[in-house]
């Protein structure tokens, strides 16, 4: 999509199907997820201050894996309200609080753009990997900044460069080149549309935020064999089915192949080891 032709209604029409369709394996693939997002997520509620009896807004929360872990820090004097786009993750994010035991969790189907949620009432928002899909980043920042308490803490986590994630920028590019897609205007939703040096600390600085600061975490994602990390990219990455849907069956399993192939780079003896590059960004609402 060009600069000219993006449709921020259609994309989020586009992104909510997509997750809905989606929810099941990457609710499925939970342990791979918590195995290579958990350390950065502990950075995540670490800035965010999440501690006994805080309450926490999760902004596109999907299966809820970093909803559990900020759970069971508040404790049973705090909560957390987990919000997203897609009704069908949400469900799956509440039964595994349900399953953990953990009454101190509410889900709630809300778009991160247009937070409908009473303002200054929490005390830290999280978000995992879910500040790249918004359209309108900076208006998700300052409904953030206007659900936080004075004080308030909110702590994201993104993707670094494609440079530093070729486990993802190597699909990307494939998929790019064999759909003829040009490379995303500055400003358009994408994976790596908060990665560049600088550019979240700037968004959360101009959404009001201060004491902004980021971190870099190291967080290749392991699996037994690249034939596994395609197939859980084929069932779980929304953005990567996005991007092959102007492509008809045939080339579509042309393009898988190929992603494969020249992801083996990454294999050895103990299996696939992605390289990815996570930011974890935090900043404090004024008052």
């Given at each position: 999509m060009s600069s000219a032709t993006f449709d921020p209604g259609a994309y989020k029409r586009t992104t909510t199907d997509q997750w809905q369709a989606a929810a099941e394996p990457?609710?499925?693939?939970?342990p791979t997820l918590e195995a290579w997002l958990g350390p950065a997520t502990e950075v995540m509620l670490d800035l965010a201050g999440v501690g006994p009896g805080a309450r926490v807004l999760d902004v596109a929360a999907g299966a809820g894996g970093q909803t559990i872990a900020a759970a069971r820090r508040a404790g049973p004097d705090g909560r957390?309200?987990?919000?997203?786009?897609?009704?069908?993750?949400?469900?799956?994010a509440e039964r595994s609080a349900r399953e953990a035991g953990l009454a101190n969790v509410e889900t709630r189907v809300v778009d991160g753009e247009r937070l409908d949620v009473p303002a200054g009432t929490f005390d830290a928002v999280i978000s995992r990997v879910g500040f790249i899909y918004f359209p309108d980043q900076h208006a998700a920042f300052v409904g953030m900044r206007r659900a936080l308490r004075p004080g308030g803490r909110l702590a994201g986590i993104v993707y670094s460069t494609p440079e530093a994630n070729r486990f993802f920028s190597i699909p990307v590019a494939i998929i790019r080149r064999?759909?003829?897609?040009p490379p995303p205007a500055p400003g358009?939703?994408?994976?790596?549309?908060?990665?560049?040096?600088?550019?979240?600390?700037?968004?959360?600085?101009e959404a009001g935020f201060t004491e902004v600061e980021v971190r870099r975490v190291e967080a290749p994602l392991r699996l037994p064999s690249t034939a596994e990390f395609v197939r859980f990219a084929r069932e779980s990455f929304g953005a990567?089915?996005?991007?092959?849907?102007?492509?008809?069956?045939?080339?579509?399993e042309e393009a898988w192949s190929e992603i494969e192939a020249e992801l083996s780079r990454y294999e050895t003896a103990a299996g696939f080891d992605g390289p990815?590059?996570?930011?974890?960004?935090a900043g404090q609402a004024p008052g």
């Open positions: 990457w609710h499925r693939h939970g957390v309200l987990a919000t997203d786009i897609s009704s069908n993750i949400l469900a799956f064999r759909a003829q897609l358009q939703p994408g994976p790596f549309s908060l990665g560049a040096p600088g550019v979240i600390d700037a968004a959360f600085a990567l089915h996005q991007m092959l849907a102007g492509l008809g069956d045939a080339e579509r990815c590059e996570l930011l974890v960004a």
